[in-house]
Protein backbone atom coordinates (compact mmCIF):
# COMPACT_ATOMS: atom_id res chain seq x y z
CA UNK A 1 0.00 0.00 0.00
CA UNK A 2 2.72 2.19 0.58
CA UNK A 3 4.41 2.22 -2.71
CA UNK A 4 0.76 2.33 -4.56
CA UNK A 5 -0.03 5.45 -2.25
CA UNK A 6 3.40 6.98 -2.87
CA UNK A 7 3.22 6.49 -6.72
CA UNK A 8 -0.10 8.04 -7.01
CA UNK A 9 1.04 10.79 -4.91
CA UNK A 10 3.63 11.70 -7.11
CA UNK A 11 6.28 11.10 -4.57
CA UNK A 12 9.68 9.93 -6.27
CA UNK A 13 10.34 5.97 -4.75
CA UNK A 14 12.87 3.56 -6.37
CA UNK A 15 15.61 1.49 -5.70
CA UNK A 16 17.77 2.92 -3.03
CA UNK A 17 16.04 5.97 -2.73
CA UNK A 18 15.11 6.47 1.31
CA UNK A 19 11.74 5.79 2.03
CA UNK A 20 9.61 9.05 2.19
CA UNK A 21 7.38 7.56 4.69
CA UNK A 22 7.89 8.20 8.78
CA UNK A 23 6.44 5.86 11.51
CA UNK A 24 4.07 7.67 13.15
CA UNK A 25 2.31 5.67 16.09
CA UNK A 26 -1.39 6.79 16.92
CA UNK A 27 -2.90 5.94 20.50
CA UNK A 28 -6.53 4.85 20.13
CA UNK A 29 -7.98 4.45 23.81
CA UNK A 30 -5.75 2.16 25.19
CA UNK A 31 -4.43 0.91 22.39
CA UNK A 32 -1.14 1.55 20.42
CA UNK A 33 -1.66 1.41 16.53
CA UNK A 34 0.77 1.16 13.41
CA UNK A 35 0.69 4.36 11.70
CA UNK A 36 3.06 5.42 8.69
CA UNK A 37 2.59 9.53 7.66
CA UNK A 38 3.61 10.60 4.07
CA UNK A 39 4.03 14.27 3.60
CA UNK A 40 4.13 15.20 -0.65
CA UNK A 41 6.87 17.66 -1.32
CA UNK A 42 4.52 18.63 -4.37
CA UNK A 43 2.02 20.64 -1.97
CA UNK A 44 -0.48 18.02 -2.63
CA UNK A 45 -2.14 16.46 1.17
CA UNK A 46 -0.27 14.45 3.47
CA UNK A 47 -1.51 10.64 3.41
CA UNK A 48 -1.55 8.73 6.44
CA UNK A 49 -2.19 4.48 6.77
CA UNK A 50 -3.08 2.84 10.28
CA UNK A 51 -2.69 -0.98 10.17
CA UNK A 52 -4.78 -2.80 12.21
CA UNK A 53 -2.69 -5.95 10.74
CA UNK A 54 -5.95 -8.44 10.99
CA UNK A 55 -5.33 -11.65 9.44
CA UNK A 56 -6.58 -12.82 5.83
CA UNK A 57 -9.84 -14.52 6.38
CA UNK A 58 -9.38 -16.03 2.75
CA UNK A 59 -12.80 -15.48 0.69
CA UNK A 60 -15.00 -17.80 1.82
CA UNK A 61 -14.04 -16.58 5.65
CA UNK A 62 -12.73 -19.82 6.87
CA UNK A 63 -9.65 -18.70 8.07
CA UNK A 64 -5.99 -20.35 7.67
CA UNK A 65 -4.46 -22.54 10.09
CA UNK A 66 -1.80 -19.92 10.21
CA UNK A 67 -3.92 -17.72 12.65
CA UNK A 68 -6.15 -20.56 14.11
CA UNK A 69 -8.45 -20.57 11.75
CA UNK A 70 -9.63 -16.34 12.56
CA UNK A 71 -11.57 -14.49 10.28
CA UNK A 72 -13.58 -11.08 10.58
CA UNK A 73 -16.47 -13.07 8.92
CA UNK A 74 -16.28 -15.84 11.90
CA UNK A 75 -15.94 -12.90 14.34
CA UNK A 76 -19.14 -11.11 12.48
CA UNK A 77 -21.16 -14.43 12.89
CA UNK A 78 -20.01 -15.20 16.72
CA UNK A 79 -18.24 -18.30 15.76
CA UNK A 80 -15.04 -16.81 17.72
CA UNK A 81 -15.07 -14.25 20.47
CA UNK A 82 -12.10 -12.40 19.45
CA UNK A 83 -9.37 -12.06 16.60
CA UNK A 84 -6.06 -11.07 17.18
CA UNK A 85 -3.76 -8.96 14.90
CA UNK A 86 -1.30 -11.00 13.29
CA UNK A 87 1.67 -9.77 14.94
CA UNK A 88 -0.49 -10.71 18.44
CA UNK A 89 0.05 -6.75 19.52
CA UNK A 90 -3.64 -6.26 19.80
CA UNK A 91 -6.92 -8.68 20.45
CA UNK A 92 -9.86 -7.65 19.45
CA UNK A 93 -13.85 -8.72 19.98
CA UNK A 94 -16.40 -7.36 17.87
CA UNK A 95 -17.73 -4.38 20.14
CA UNK A 96 -13.70 -3.32 20.47
CA UNK A 97 -13.12 -3.54 17.04
CA UNK A 98 -16.74 -1.30 16.19
CA UNK A 99 -15.01 0.75 19.16
CA UNK A 100 -11.33 1.38 17.34
CA UNK A 101 -13.16 1.81 14.43
CA UNK A 102 -15.74 4.23 15.52
CA UNK A 103 -13.32 6.07 17.76
CA UNK A 104 -10.50 6.59 14.51
CA UNK A 105 -13.07 8.08 12.16
CA UNK A 106 -13.32 10.81 15.50
CA UNK A 107 -9.62 11.45 15.77
CA UNK A 108 -9.35 11.93 12.31
CA UNK A 109 -12.35 14.24 12.21
CA UNK A 110 -13.54 12.96 9.29
CA UNK A 111 -15.48 14.69 6.58
CA UNK A 112 -16.85 11.72 4.70
CA UNK A 113 -15.99 7.45 4.83
CA UNK A 114 -15.69 5.67 1.89
CA UNK A 115 -15.47 1.77 2.49
CA UNK A 116 -15.99 -1.38 0.72
CA UNK A 117 -19.21 -3.29 -0.35
CA UNK A 118 -21.39 -3.91 2.33
CA UNK A 119 -24.38 -5.00 0.13
CA UNK A 120 -23.34 -7.75 -1.24
CA UNK A 121 -23.43 -10.98 0.42
CA UNK A 122 -21.94 -13.95 -1.76
CA UNK A 123 -18.53 -14.26 -0.52
CA UNK A 124 -15.61 -15.91 -2.77
CA UNK A 125 -13.29 -15.37 -5.22
CA UNK A 126 -14.35 -14.69 -8.93
CA UNK A 127 -13.85 -12.63 -12.00
CA UNK A 128 -16.96 -14.33 -13.72
CA UNK A 129 -19.02 -13.94 -10.54
CA UNK A 130 -20.53 -11.78 -8.72
CA UNK A 131 -18.92 -12.65 -5.87
CA UNK A 132 -16.72 -11.12 -3.26
CA UNK A 133 -13.69 -11.50 -0.29
CA UNK A 134 -15.40 -12.49 3.21
CA UNK A 135 -12.93 -9.22 4.44
CA UNK A 136 -14.37 -6.88 1.96
CA UNK A 137 -17.81 -7.54 2.71
CA UNK A 138 -17.47 -7.42 6.66
CA UNK A 139 -14.82 -4.94 7.17
CA UNK A 140 -17.23 -2.86 4.95
CA UNK A 141 -20.37 -3.20 7.14
CA UNK A 142 -18.16 -2.72 10.25
CA UNK A 143 -17.03 0.21 9.09
CA UNK A 144 -21.19 1.32 8.20
CA UNK A 145 -21.64 0.99 11.97
CA UNK A 146 -18.81 2.92 12.74
CA UNK A 147 -20.04 5.88 10.47
CA UNK A 148 -23.52 5.64 12.24
CA UNK A 149 -21.87 5.14 15.78
CA UNK A 150 -19.84 8.52 14.58
CA UNK A 151 -22.63 10.15 13.55
CA UNK A 152 -24.50 9.90 16.86
CA UNK A 153 -21.69 11.25 18.33
CA UNK A 154 -20.70 13.60 16.76
CA UNK A 155 -24.33 14.71 16.25
CA UNK A 156 -23.01 15.08 12.18
CA UNK A 157 -24.21 14.43 8.62
CA UNK A 158 -21.16 11.98 7.93
CA UNK A 159 -21.63 10.97 4.52
CA UNK A 160 -20.32 7.32 3.50
CA UNK A 161 -20.10 5.54 0.23
CA UNK A 162 -19.70 1.83 -0.44
CA UNK A 163 -17.64 0.29 -3.51
CA UNK A 164 -18.02 -3.13 -5.31
CA UNK A 165 -15.23 -5.26 -5.32
CA UNK A 166 -14.33 -8.48 -7.61
CA UNK A 167 -17.92 -8.14 -8.59
CA UNK A 168 -16.92 -5.21 -10.96
CA UNK A 169 -15.45 -8.06 -13.14
CA UNK A 170 -18.39 -8.98 -14.53
CA UNK A 171 -20.00 -5.29 -15.56
CA UNK A 172 -19.35 -3.55 -18.69
CA UNK A 173 -16.02 -1.68 -18.39
CA UNK A 174 -17.08 2.62 -17.32
CA UNK A 175 -13.56 4.40 -16.94
CA UNK A 176 -11.75 6.28 -19.72
CA UNK A 177 -8.84 4.73 -20.86
CA UNK A 178 -6.57 7.83 -19.47
CA UNK A 179 -8.33 7.13 -16.32
CA UNK A 180 -7.70 2.78 -16.37
CA UNK A 181 -4.34 3.38 -17.62
CA UNK A 182 -3.76 5.72 -14.35
CA UNK A 183 -5.01 3.70 -12.16
CA UNK A 184 -3.19 0.37 -13.63
CA UNK A 185 -0.12 2.23 -13.16
CA UNK A 186 -0.63 2.95 -9.49
CA UNK A 187 -2.24 -0.87 -9.43
CA UNK A 188 1.03 -2.61 -10.40
CA UNK A 189 2.84 -0.75 -7.81
CA UNK A 190 0.47 -2.65 -5.32
CA UNK A 191 0.48 -5.75 -7.04
CA UNK A 192 3.67 -6.41 -6.77
CA UNK A 193 3.93 -6.72 -3.38
CA UNK A 194 0.50 -9.04 -3.62
CA UNK A 195 1.09 -12.57 -1.75
CA UNK A 196 4.42 -12.18 -1.85
CA UNK A 197 6.44 -13.78 0.76
CA UNK A 198 9.68 -14.77 -0.87
CA UNK A 199 12.50 -13.35 -2.76
CA UNK A 200 10.89 -11.52 -5.48
CA UNK A 201 9.65 -8.96 -3.34
CA UNK A 202 10.31 -9.46 0.12
CA UNK A 203 7.95 -8.58 2.68
CA UNK A 204 10.20 -6.05 4.41
CA UNK A 205 10.92 -3.84 1.23
CA UNK A 206 8.85 -0.80 0.88
CA UNK A 207 9.60 -0.54 -2.56
CA UNK A 208 10.25 -3.24 -5.30
CA UNK A 209 9.95 -2.90 -8.84
CA UNK A 210 6.29 -3.21 -10.79
CA UNK A 211 7.14 -5.61 -12.86
CA UNK A 212 4.97 -8.67 -12.59
CA UNK A 213 3.48 -9.72 -15.66
CA UNK A 214 -0.43 -8.63 -15.39
CA UNK A 215 -3.18 -10.84 -14.25
CA UNK A 216 -6.64 -11.16 -16.13
CA UNK A 217 -8.36 -10.24 -12.99
CA UNK A 218 -6.15 -7.05 -12.03
CA UNK A 219 -6.19 -6.56 -16.22
CA UNK A 220 -10.93 -6.17 -15.64
CA UNK A 221 -10.63 -4.68 -12.27
CA UNK A 222 -8.69 -1.16 -13.35
CA UNK A 223 -11.11 -0.45 -16.19
CA UNK A 224 -14.20 -0.71 -13.56
CA UNK A 225 -15.56 1.30 -10.99
CA UNK A 226 -18.94 0.99 -9.24
CA UNK A 227 -19.66 2.73 -6.18
CA UNK A 228 -22.72 0.87 -4.21
CA UNK A 229 -26.00 2.06 -4.96
CA UNK A 230 -28.38 3.04 -2.86
CA UNK A 231 -31.73 1.00 -2.20
CA UNK A 232 -34.56 2.45 -4.42
CA UNK A 233 -38.08 1.85 -3.66
CA UNK A 234 -40.54 1.98 -6.01
CA UNK A 235 -44.85 1.77 -5.83
CA UNK A 236 -45.35 1.25 -2.25
CA UNK A 237 -42.25 -1.11 -1.45
CA UNK A 238 -40.42 -0.26 2.02
CA UNK A 239 -36.37 -1.42 1.17
CA UNK A 240 -33.96 -2.66 3.51
CA UNK A 241 -30.25 -1.14 3.65
CA UNK A 242 -29.09 -4.74 4.13
CA UNK A 243 -28.66 -5.99 1.11
CA UNK A 244 -29.94 -9.30 -0.71
CA UNK A 245 -28.04 -11.85 -1.16
CA UNK A 246 -29.87 -13.30 -4.06
CA UNK A 247 -29.16 -10.53 -5.90
CA UNK A 248 -25.46 -9.73 -6.02
CA UNK A 249 -24.53 -7.25 -8.60
CA UNK A 250 -27.34 -6.41 -9.99
CA UNK A 251 -29.58 -4.45 -7.48
CA UNK A 252 -29.55 -6.13 -4.41
CA UNK A 253 -32.75 -5.22 -2.93
CA UNK A 254 -34.49 -6.73 0.02
CA UNK A 255 -38.01 -5.41 0.53
CA UNK A 256 -40.41 -5.98 3.25
CA UNK A 257 -43.01 -9.01 2.36
CA UNK A 258 -46.35 -9.99 3.24
CA UNK A 259 -47.38 -13.63 3.66
CA UNK A 260 -49.91 -14.98 1.66
CA UNK A 261 -53.33 -14.49 3.22
CA UNK A 262 -53.24 -17.85 4.78
CA UNK A 263 -49.87 -16.64 7.19
CA UNK A 264 -49.68 -13.58 9.16
CA UNK A 265 -45.93 -13.69 8.46
CA UNK A 266 -44.09 -10.79 7.64
CA UNK A 267 -40.45 -10.87 5.91
CA UNK A 268 -38.01 -10.13 3.58
CA UNK A 269 -37.68 -10.96 -0.01
CA UNK A 270 -35.39 -9.68 -3.24
CA UNK A 271 -37.94 -6.92 -4.74
CA UNK A 272 -40.37 -7.05 -7.24
CA UNK A 273 -42.03 -10.00 -5.66
CA UNK A 274 -45.55 -9.76 -4.54
CA UNK A 275 -46.80 -8.64 -2.20
CA UNK A 276 -44.88 -5.73 -1.44
CA UNK A 277 -46.80 -2.61 -1.51
CA UNK A 278 -47.60 -0.57 1.71
CA UNK A 279 -48.93 2.49 2.69
CA UNK A 280 -48.82 3.97 5.89
CA UNK A 281 -52.30 5.52 6.89
CA UNK A 282 -53.27 7.09 9.97
CA UNK A 283 -50.10 5.44 11.45
CA UNK A 284 -51.74 2.26 10.28
CA UNK A 285 -49.11 0.22 8.20
CA UNK A 286 -50.98 -1.68 5.62
CA UNK A 287 -50.71 -4.19 3.00
CA UNK A 288 -53.66 -4.86 1.36
CA UNK A 289 -56.96 -5.07 3.52
CA UNK A 290 -54.35 -6.49 6.74
CA UNK A 291 -52.56 -4.24 8.76
CA UNK A 292 -48.81 -4.91 10.79
CA UNK A 293 -48.61 -4.95 14.10
CA UNK A 294 -45.99 -7.14 17.02
CA UNK A 295 -46.08 -10.63 18.14
CA UNK A 296 -43.45 -10.89 20.24
CA UNK A 297 -40.41 -9.86 18.69
CA UNK A 298 -42.01 -10.86 15.45
CA UNK A 299 -43.93 -8.33 13.05
CA UNK A 300 -47.06 -9.70 11.83
CA UNK A 301 -49.97 -9.09 9.92
CA UNK A 302 -53.62 -9.41 10.77
CA UNK A 303 -57.36 -8.13 10.31
CA UNK A 304 -57.16 -4.14 10.52
CA UNK A 305 -58.74 -3.59 14.47
CA UNK A 306 -60.11 -0.10 15.46
CA UNK A 307 -57.73 1.08 16.57
CA UNK A 308 -54.29 -0.39 14.80
CA UNK A 309 -50.85 -0.19 16.27
CA UNK A 310 -49.19 2.80 15.31
CA UNK A 311 -46.42 2.92 13.26
CA UNK A 312 -43.53 6.04 12.19
CA UNK A 313 -41.58 6.55 9.59
CA UNK A 314 -38.76 8.74 11.00
CA UNK A 315 -36.56 10.85 8.88
CA UNK A 316 -33.74 8.67 8.96
CA UNK A 317 -36.05 5.39 8.06
CA UNK A 318 -36.62 3.97 11.02
CA UNK A 319 -39.97 1.77 11.11
CA UNK A 320 -40.92 2.56 14.45
CA UNK A 321 -43.86 1.75 17.07
CA UNK A 322 -43.20 3.06 20.58
CA UNK A 323 -39.50 2.47 21.21
CA UNK A 324 -39.63 -0.69 19.08
CA UNK A 325 -38.57 -0.44 14.84
CA UNK A 326 -38.50 -3.02 12.73
CA UNK A 327 -35.01 -4.35 12.46
CA UNK A 328 -34.02 -6.73 9.24
CA UNK A 329 -30.68 -8.81 10.71
CA UNK A 330 -28.08 -9.04 8.45
CA UNK A 331 -27.58 -11.87 5.68
CA UNK A 332 -24.35 -12.62 6.66
CA UNK A 333 -25.21 -13.00 10.46
CA UNK A 334 -26.02 -16.50 11.87
CA UNK A 335 -29.21 -17.40 11.13
CA UNK A 336 -31.18 -13.79 10.15
CA UNK A 337 -34.65 -12.90 10.80
CA UNK A 338 -36.88 -10.08 10.19
CA UNK A 339 -37.93 -8.95 13.83
CA UNK A 340 -38.50 -5.78 16.31
CA UNK A 341 -35.90 -4.30 18.25
CA UNK A 342 -35.31 -1.12 20.56
CA UNK A 343 -34.58 1.32 18.44
CA UNK A 344 -30.81 2.36 17.75
CA UNK A 345 -29.98 4.89 15.44
CA UNK A 346 -26.85 2.72 14.88
CA UNK A 347 -28.04 -0.58 13.97
CA UNK A 348 -28.04 -0.80 9.58
CA UNK A 349 -31.14 -2.87 9.81
CA UNK A 350 -33.23 -0.47 11.00
CA UNK A 351 -33.29 1.63 7.72
CA UNK A 352 -35.47 1.52 5.22
CA UNK A 353 -36.15 3.09 2.45
CA UNK A 354 -39.63 4.09 1.00
CA UNK A 355 -40.99 5.82 -2.27
CA UNK A 356 -43.65 8.97 -2.08
CA UNK A 357 -46.59 6.25 -1.91
CA UNK A 358 -45.38 6.27 1.99
CA UNK A 359 -45.85 9.29 4.56
CA UNK A 360 -42.92 10.39 6.18
CA UNK A 361 -42.95 11.51 9.76
CA UNK A 362 -42.38 15.11 11.04
CA UNK A 363 -38.70 15.57 12.24
CA UNK A 364 -39.65 15.92 16.05
CA UNK A 365 -40.03 11.87 15.24
CA UNK A 366 -36.78 11.57 14.60
CA UNK A 367 -34.71 9.96 17.35
CA UNK A 368 -31.56 10.67 19.03
CA UNK A 369 -28.78 10.54 16.36
CA UNK A 370 -31.09 9.88 13.65
CA UNK A 371 -29.49 11.75 10.07
CA UNK A 372 -32.04 12.08 7.38
CA UNK A 373 -34.21 14.53 5.22
CA UNK A 374 -36.82 15.53 7.24
CA UNK A 375 -40.05 15.95 5.13
CA UNK A 376 -38.81 14.03 1.97
CA UNK A 377 -40.14 10.06 1.43
CA UNK A 378 -36.93 9.10 -0.46
CA UNK A 379 -34.28 8.72 2.21
CA UNK A 380 -30.75 8.91 0.60
CA UNK A 381 -28.47 7.84 3.57
CA UNK A 382 -25.48 7.85 1.28
CA UNK A 383 -23.97 10.70 -0.02
CA UNK A 384 -21.21 10.50 -2.41
CA UNK A 385 -18.84 13.76 -1.58
CA UNK A 386 -16.77 14.70 -4.65
CA UNK A 387 -15.28 13.28 -7.16
CA UNK A 388 -15.39 9.42 -7.36
CA UNK A 389 -11.70 9.41 -8.32
CA UNK A 390 -11.29 9.78 -4.41
CA UNK A 391 -11.55 6.28 -3.65
CA UNK A 392 -8.67 5.49 -6.26
CA UNK A 393 -7.77 2.43 -3.94
CA UNK A 394 -11.34 1.84 -1.93
CA UNK A 395 -13.15 -0.14 -5.08
CA UNK A 396 -10.51 -2.92 -5.04
CA UNK A 397 -8.13 -2.83 -2.15
CA UNK A 398 -8.96 -5.64 0.57
CA UNK A 399 -10.44 -4.33 3.50
CA UNK A 400 -9.03 -0.66 2.97
CA UNK A 401 -10.89 2.51 4.21
CA UNK A 402 -10.33 5.51 3.52
CA UNK A 403 -11.67 8.88 5.11
CA UNK A 404 -11.29 12.50 3.56
CA UNK A 405 -10.99 15.56 6.14
CA UNK A 406 -11.78 18.83 6.17
CA UNK A 407 -8.54 20.32 5.78
CA UNK A 408 -7.55 17.94 3.32
CA UNK A 409 -7.92 19.48 -0.22
CA UNK A 410 -5.89 18.61 -3.18
CA UNK A 411 -5.74 21.09 -6.57
CA UNK A 412 -8.13 19.74 -9.56
CA UNK A 413 -4.70 18.52 -10.99
CA UNK A 414 -3.70 16.80 -7.73
CA UNK A 415 -3.43 13.03 -7.53
CA UNK A 416 -6.84 13.00 -5.96
CA UNK A 417 -9.62 15.34 -7.42
CA UNK A 418 -12.40 16.68 -4.95
CA UNK A 419 -11.59 15.61 -1.65
CA UNK A 420 -8.29 13.74 -1.11
CA UNK A 421 -8.03 11.28 1.45
CA UNK A 422 -6.29 12.58 4.52
CA UNK A 423 -6.46 8.83 6.37
CA UNK A 424 -6.53 5.75 5.25
CA UNK A 425 -6.61 2.56 7.65
CA UNK A 426 -6.47 -1.16 6.56
CA UNK A 427 -7.97 -4.16 9.01
Known sequence: MQQAYARLAGTPTGPGLPSAWRQSPVVIGDRTLSRVRLQPDNGRPAIQLVFLRLPDGVPTGTGTDEYGLQSLLRL????IRTINASDRTQSYTERQLLDTLTALIRRFRASDVRTLDYLNSKLGYSITEGVDHSDHSVAARLLREATLRARQQSRAALPLQGYEGYGIATRPGNLPAA??????????????????????????????????????????????????????????????????????????????????????????????????????????????????????????????????????????????????????????????????????????????????????????????????????????????????????????????????????????DGYLRGRAPATAWDL
Open 76 to 79: YQGR
Open 179 to 412: TSDRKRTVFRNYDVHDDQTGDDCPTVLIYCTPDKPRADDYASWVRRFYPCPEPRARGGQIVSWIGNDNAAYTRPELCLTASPATSTAITTASCGRSPQQWSLTGGALRQGTRCARVSGDRPVLGACPARPTRWTLTPAGRIRTGTLCRTQDDLLRTRPRLRTAPCSATDPGQRWFTDRALRTAPSSDALNGDVGIAGSAVLPLGTLLGSAYAAAFTDWYSKAITVSSPDSRARE
